[in-house]
């Protein structure tokens, strides 16, 4: 199994430009989320998806927006990148919600300017 | 509302030196408590987590961590510090809603 992956794995916007960072996962997992880790303020959730179809908000989902077609994937897209984006986001899959441990990809590192 | 604070963002100890690092969390509900681990450059990884039952739970790499519901905390330790240890930890708390929130992390450095 390749896990959570990730891609790419860096990247640098101009500002107003709009991108789409990818997450794929092998392990049939129902959950998956977005997160973005910035210094000093940890992880934040950005958006989360429960299975196929279903999509809500985490705690700083403006500017960004998720679909999910299908179990495997969950991308991420960016509408129009702003230099407050500037961060590294993590992708993370479980096979359910509350107590289940979340396996998270290698991280996208994204610099807008 | 779940809430988790981590306190120290910076934590230092010489190698063999006991570990701890503090976690407190906030819900409403009985919560399910976690602590990971990462490494530079690297995603997140578990190292230990409550749900239910014993309060104290072992994890990898030697650590433990004991969940004081009475105190609401759920504290990070190990008896003897390795160079290997050095890293950031992050607490994070569940309930019964589908978001897993995660305190700011202390990083741990470890001195020979």
């Known amino acids: 199994n390749a896990g959570v992956t990730q891609t790419p794995k860096f990247q640098v916007l101009k500002t107003g430009q709009s991108m789409t960072l990818q997450c794929a996962q092998d392990?049939?997992?129902?959950?998956m989320s977005w997160y973005r880790q910035d210094p000093g303020m940890g992880l934040r959730l950005i958006h989360y998806s429960v299975g196929a179809g279903i999509t809500d908000q985490g705690e700083v989902p403006n500017g960004y927006n998720v679909s999910r077609s299908t179990t495997e994937d969950f991308p991420l897209r960016l509408l129009s990148a702003a230099p407050s984006q500037t961060s590294v986001y993590f992708c993370a899959s479980s096979p359910g919600t509350s107590g289940y441990e979340q396996y998270f990809g290698p991280g996208t590192r994204l610099t807008v300017t | 509302a779940q809430s988790v604070t981590q306190l120290g963002s910076h934590v230092s100890v010489s190698e063999g030196a006991l570990v701890l690092l503090r976690c407190n969390y906030s819900s409403s509900v009985p919560p399910y408590l976690f602590w990971y681990v990462q490494y530079p450059n690297q995603g997140l990884q578990l190292l230990l987590k409550?749900?239910?039952?014993?309060?104290l739970v072992k994890g990898i790499n030697g650590f433990e961590a004991e969940f004081k519901k009475s105190e609401t905390s759920f504290h990070l330790t190990k008896p003897s510090a390795h160079m290997s240890d050095a890293a950031e930890y992050f607490c994070?708390?569940?309930?019964?809603?589908?978001?897993?929130?995660f305190g700011t992390g202390t990083r741990l450095q470890v001195f020979p």
């Open positions: 392990m049939n997992h129902e959950y």
């Open positions: 994070a708390v569940s309930d019964n809603t589908d978001k897993l929130i």
């Open positions: 409550y749900t239910t039952g014993a309060t």
